[in-house]
């Protein structure tokens, strides 16, 4: 009876997970809706204590965030058409300075197997893979920008499409008050800690207060970024600030990207070694800094979880959505505690989520 509960909870979380990535277009903007509804509501509260009906508030409010949206793009596109149209000379120049750096270890290589060749004489078999070899490199030439440029553009509709559907949600929930807490608590079973609206309530306070933690806390760390790399002579230290305060929003997945990133384009940049090297050792020190001792003060016992049950589920999250997975993983996980938590007085689940 045990292994045939366990088999069909295995064959649910399959279901599900099979079910959230063919359903991806339609599960994203919701959960990205209502985080970022969870993020603002107490504005439109505050409208509303004041006299403003709900629906003109989160209209007020759903504007203000399109106007934050256009102002950001308008002031981003300048910045990143230069570093679009400059991507296959930047790839080009570290490409070939990864070739440089690589030149003594191919040389000793190249000695090693000549050695062996003419111990084991076998030689011959192998020049004609040598010369296949020796041709690769030109047709790797411009053939590898052209897929990866063509596939970001390729996904600007799915952004914006998914962007209007998000702002859609947000307005919708916005401008109906607490209609959708009051309806989830009257779906959730009797809660042995509190009432159903006060989980709901506390559920939707601590993604808030992660969001704004995490906001806050990738908002320094960029204008930290922006500053050290200025003095360091990166190129456009501005749009670093930038990708850093994206992508840091992502757990694990923001800070390896960035890593990537910053060690192609000083490869690009500068031309000794010490260079080279002095941009991503930074970004790793400002960011392990960041990780080890600012953010397990900012975020609080409230909001500590099991760093390998984080881990899991940004890269499920990952998997099953993208970047928008990664980024909604952690607080739907920091959700799933609060329920555990108050459904039952010694909750399983809430113990493994716990830190």
């Known amino acids: 009876m045990t292994s045939r509960s366990t088999s069909l909870s295995i064959l649910a979380a399959i279901a599900a997970a099979a079910a959230l990535y063919l ?87 190249q000695a090693v197997e000549k050695a062996k060749e003419e111990v084991t004489g076998a030689g011959q078999g192998k020049k004609g893979q040598e010369n296949q070899k020796a041709q690769a490199p030109s047709a790797e030439g411009g053939g590898f920008i052209s897929p990866v440029v063509g596939r970001v553009f390729a996904t600007t509709t799915g952004i914006l499409s998914t962007l209007l559907q998000t702002i859609v949600i947000l307005f919708v929930v916005l401008a109906t008050g607490d209609l959708l807490s009051r309806k989830l608590a009257l779906l959730m079973p009797p809660q042995k800690k509190g009432t159903r609206e006060e989980t709901v309530a506390e559920a939707e306070s601590v993604v808030r207060r992660y969001l704004v933690v995490t906001l806050l806390l990738s908002g320094g760390q960029a204008v930290v970024v922006a500053l050290v790399f200025m003095a360091l002579g990166m190129p456009s230290p501005i749009l670093w600030g930038v990708l850093t305060f994206l992508l840091e929003c992502l757990p694990y997945i923001g800070a390896l990207i960035m890593v990537g990133l910053i060690t192609v384009a000083s490869f690009a940049a500068f031309d000794t070694l010490g260079q080279i090297v002095l941009p991503p050792l930074a970004y790793i020190t400002i960011s392990s800094i960041q990780n080890n001792l600012v953010s397990p003060f900012a975020y609080g016992s409230g909001l500590r979880l099991n760093p390998l049950a984080v881990l899991i589920i940004v890269i499920i999250g990952w998997f099953l959505w993208g970047p928008a997975g990664a980024f909604v993983a952690v607080p739907l996980l920091a959700v799933a505690k609060v329920f555990a938590e108050r459904s039952s007085g010694s909750s399983p689940l809430a113990e493994v989520l716990s830190d």
Do not use: C, H, N
């Not at 990205?32 to 509804?37: P, Q, S, Y």
């Not at 505050?46 to 006299?51: F, K």
């Open 23 to 109: 359903g991806q277009e339609v599960f994203v903007p919701i959960a990205l809706g209502l985080m970022v509804t969870a993020l603002v509501r107490p504005l439109v509260q505050l409208l509303s204590r004041i006299g403003v009906p709900d629906a003109i508030g989160a209209t007020l409010v759903t504007i203000g965030i399109l106007g934050l949206l256009v102002a950001g793009g308008y002031f981003l596109a300048g910045p990143l058409k230069g570093w679009v149209r400059e991507a296959p000379q930047t790839l080009s120049a570290a490409r070939g300075k990864i070739a440089k750096l690589r030149k003594p270890i191919k040389q000793v290589s």
